[in-house]
């Protein structure tokens, strides 16, 4: 049986009605409301690194789009918990300036990578020479039209799947690696860094140390990065490559940093853009020191570059300790120039308020010897103090979040959720060199 078929059996088994659509054929399908552009490929690659081709017809999804506004394009890459659910407006944004083929198709080629640094996975689709990040669209399906019951159904099932393909498998027993995304009960030690040292070395002088602790802590939180260029004479003091392209240069003084550190940042990206085959400006500017004048702040939105200072970094780093921050999130930072640290700040406090409702979900499932229902988590919240009627919506989203393939933290059955305990991994590497120098 086609993957496509099999999502549709799973979407009709959880009680989601599939209409056919005329004009259709197999690709086109109405299901509770929204129409679903669906494609497949089975994995051309291999464990560590999945290879899919997948197409996509303009025709068809144009057809479709002057029908209903409420389409999404599904790509399944080689099995159904690799479900990228993708609003058709987005995707139209992603092929807007890529060739349609010959035959009439968008020739759409999708790699899944999982890197060993901090265990990020990341799927990225490439368009001619365009490519895009689309970890965020996997096993969202809460953003169709379906019942919250549905959903929790639709991805316990592709779970349940999953498992059963698993059975009777006979390996080498090995750790389970985690992704970025994994949320664990309680506190990772992680790097018990120095704050104060952090902030200490920012204002030393001491460019070259500061720098290495900067870049350290950047591949701790899942950066992947040029350590050829990075810190050489006449280059840019850090430069990270994936998932965002971010050229940086850090400041250590105890004055406060200058607008002509600008021109040097600008006058590096360039250099480094144009020797490396980057297209220009395809590296957001980012400036890390303890402190920046006002001109400085002016020049910045002009000249379009970013700056945070260090203090703010170092909450970042501490929100890092307790739960995984992913490098992805960093795209948020960058939505206005200049400074970012009101942006951080206020991430970090909505990120810490929504941790600890999943660390008390966590704790809850943890505690009991049986599974819980959602109404029996629900009470327990509200005796710990929890207003439940304001965060009823976060509550069905942690839920829905704790339990789908990609988190993977909580096991649902019968509609009562279970905790699952789970490992994690470290880049030790990483974690002493650090550890070493803010001693």
Request: proline letters at 3%; glycine letters at 6%.
């Amino acid at each position: 049986m086609e993957l496509r078929e099999q999502f549709l059996n799973i979407l009709e088994s959880q009680g989601a009605k599939i209409q056919k659509v005329k004009n259709g054929g197999k690709v086109v399908h109405k299901v509770n409301g929204s129409l679903l552009y669906i494609t497949f490929s089975k994995n051309l690659g291999d464990e560590s690194e999945g290879k899919y081709f997948l197409q996509v017809s303009q025709k068809k999804l144009e057809q479709f789009l002057s029908r209903d506004k409420n389409l999404f394009v599904l790509l399944i890459c080689g099995d159904l918990d690799n479900t990228f659910v993708i609003p058709v407006d987005e995707f139209l944004n992603m092929v807007k300036d890529y060739e349609v083929a010959a035959d009439g198709n968008w020739k759409i080629n999708i790699s899944g990578k999982r890197e060993i640094l901090k265990i990020n996975e990341y799927y990225e689709v490439r368009l001619g020479k365009n490519k895009y990040y689309i970890s965020n669209y996997k096993n969202k399906f809460e953003i169709l039209k379906a019942k919250e019951k549905i959903v929790k159904g639709i991805i316990s099932a592709i779970q349940s799947l999953q498992d059963s393909k698993l059975k009777g498998v006979i390996e080498k027993p090995r750790t389970p690696v985690p992704t970025t995304y994994r949320i664990e009960l309680g506190r990772s030690e992680g790097v018990m860094f120095n704050c104060d040292r952090v902030i200490a070395l920012s204002e030393s002088g001491s460019g070259s140390q500061f720098e290495r602790v900067m870049m350290l802590f950047l591949k701790y939180l899942g950066f992947e990065i040029d350590e050829a260029t990075s810190g050489k004479p006449g280059e840019l003091d850090i430069v990270c490559l994936s998932p965002i392209k971010i050229g940086i240069e850090c400041r250590s003084t105890e004055r406060r940093v200058g607008a002509d550190i600008i021109d040097e940042l600008k006058r590096h990206l360039r250099r480094y853009e144009m020797r490396n085959s980057h297209p220009k400006n395809s590296f957001k500017g980012l400036i890390i020191c303890a402190d920046i004048t006002d001109q400085f702040i002016e020049d910045a939105l002009t000249e379009k570059v970013f700056s945070l200072k260090v203090s703010s970094f170092v909450k970042l780093l501490q929100l890092s300790v307790i739960c995984p921050v992913s490098p992805y999130e960093f795209q948020n930072f960058f939505n206005e120039y200049g400074s970012i640290d009101q942006v951080v700040l206020s991430f970090i406090s909505d990120k810490q308020r929504s941790m600890k409702l999943r660390e008390d979900v966590l704790n809850i499932l943890a505690q009991k010897a049986r599974p819980l229902n959602y109404y029996e988590i629900r009470t327990l919240l509200e005796n710990q103090g929890w207003n439940v009627e304001d965060t009823e919506k976060e509550l069905n989203k942690v839920l829905t979040e704790l339990s789908s393939p990609l988190i993977n933290a909580i096991r649902v059955a019968n509609d009562e959720y279970e905790y699952i305990k789970s490992l994690k991994i470290e880049d030790e590497g990483t974690i002493q060199e650090l550890q070493g120098i803010l001693k």
